[in-house]
């Protein structure tokens, strides 16, 4: 639903948590097509750091942050000849479309105050290592990879495998800090937890396909040619859906 951005009511009240996190999105989006330097994520965060440490009403200070990213915004998009949209339609049209992609995985609800991309996230990872990951293990262990497995049998381990009743070690750590209700720290929480969830998806997929790499290791065995080029490409569009794909590990 729209956020009601007025552009010169300051003193209109916002929901703080919702548009912070809708322009640290857009900032990224954007970033990624006209460059950090017009779109700087980082520079935003500092000005929204500073204003909590010195106190300066939100509300203001927020809808000055629309008002400067809607003019850079259109400066850019004019230069393209393309008609200029409100924030609000930019932002849900943004996180509207990355939700339809992510909404396609199985959900895992551990928390209603859980973000969404996590849940679906966890259920993608849950999902390719038990109906996909044995498989694709018993033919790499065949190429010698078995130092690499145990490391990743380890990070699956933390962020899928229950290590007690329903839940892994991960979405414990996740709700343990959910469970404080601290619309900071919940926000730094989803995003470690899918930065967590990222580096385990890479780490597996350059695995992969180091092993489809592997010079002549798997000429006559087509089938499992097969198993592991069906795989990455699984792997590919999740870590793609999930917009994982600059996130890097060991």
Same mark, same amino acid.
């Given at each position: 639903? *729209? %956020? *009601?951005?007025?552009?010169?009511? #300051?003193?209109?009240?916002?929901?703080?948590?919702s548009v912070v996190k809708k322009l640290k999105r857009l900032y990224s989006q954007y970033a990624q097509i006209y460059g950090t330097r017009l779109f700087n994520l980082k520079g935003f965060e500092?000005? @929204?750091?500073d204003a909590l440490l010195q106190r300066v009403n939100l509300n203001a200070f927020l809808h000055a942050e629309i008002t400067a990213f809607e003019e850079l915004k259109k400066r850019v998009e004019k230069k393209e000849g393309k008609p200029a949209r409100t924030y609000s339609q930019i932002a849900d049209r943004i996180i509207q479309k990355n939700l339809?992609?992510?909404?396609? @995985?199985r959900k895992i609800d551990f928390h209603p105050e859980a973000e969404e991309e996590t849940k679906h996230l966890l259920g993608a990872a849950t999902d390719f290592y038990y109906d996909i990951?044995?498989?694709?293990? #018993?033919i790499l262990k065949s190429l010698g990879y078995t130092d690499a497995?145990?490391?990743?049998?380890?990070?699956? #381990? @933390?962020?899928?495998?229950?290590?007690r009743g329903s839940y892994s070690r991960a979405v414990e750590d996740y709700q343990f800090v959910l469970s404080k209700k601290n619309p900071k720290d919940n926000e730094k929480a989803s995003v470690n937890f899918i930065k967590y969830g990222g580096i385990l998806l890479?780490?597996?997929?350059? %695995?992969?396909?180091?092993? %489809?790499n592997?010079?002549?290791?798997?000429?006559? @065995? *087509?089938? #499992?040619?097969r198993d592991l080029t069906r795989s990455r490409e699984i792997l590919l569009k999740i870590i793609e859906d999930f917009r994982l794909s600059d996130i890097r590990g060991y």
């Open positions: 639903m *729209p %956020l *009601p951005f007025g552009k010169s009511k #300051s003193e209109k009240n916002v929901d703080v948590d500092d000005r @929204y750091r339809d992609r992510i909404r396609g @995985y990951w044995g498989k694709v293990k #018993s497995i145990n490391k990743l049998e380890n990070d699956y #381990s @933390y962020f899928v495998i229950p290590i890479n780490n597996c997929l350059k %695995l992969i396909t180091d092993g %489809l592997a010079p002549g290791n798997l000429r006559e @065995y *087509p089938e #499992s040619v």
